[in-house]
C-alpha cells in the first residue's frame, strides 16, 4: 500500500483538491502531521474514492 507523502506541499496540494472537489470544506483539508488515514477517512466519504486511489492521486500532485 503507498504511503501519503504531503508533507510541505500541503497549501498546495490542499488547493488543487479544492478545485477537483469542490464540495470539501477547508475542515475536511486539515492535516495535521501523523493524521492521514483522517484526511483521508473524510476525503473518501466525500469523493467515494477508494484509499488507495486517493493516496496515487494526491501523490501525483
Known sequence: MDKLEIKGKWNEIKGK???AYGD???DDLTHEEGKDDELL????QKTG???DELVKWINSL
Open 41 to 44: 477517512g473524510k476525503l473518501q
Open 17 to 19: 483538491v479544492k478545485q
Open 24 to 26: 470539501l470544506t477547508e
Open 49 to 51: 474514492k477508494g484509499r
